[in-house]
């Protein structure tokens, strides 16, 4: 996937196979996001 990081992925017996380098996705936000104020 990148120069120095590998996919976590989910084998065909369901655990999880994390590399020494895994990718971690980040999603910036606080998590409430705008929509919040709006119905709050």
Do not use: K, Q
């Not at 999880?16 to 709050?40: A, N, S």
């Amino acid at each position: 996937m990148t120069e120095n990081g590998e996919c976590i992925v989910c084998s065909a017996d369901g655990n999880l196979v994390v590399p020494d380098f895994p990718v971690i996705p980040f999603i910036e936000g606080d998590g409430i996001g705008p929509l919040y104020l709006i119905f709050r």
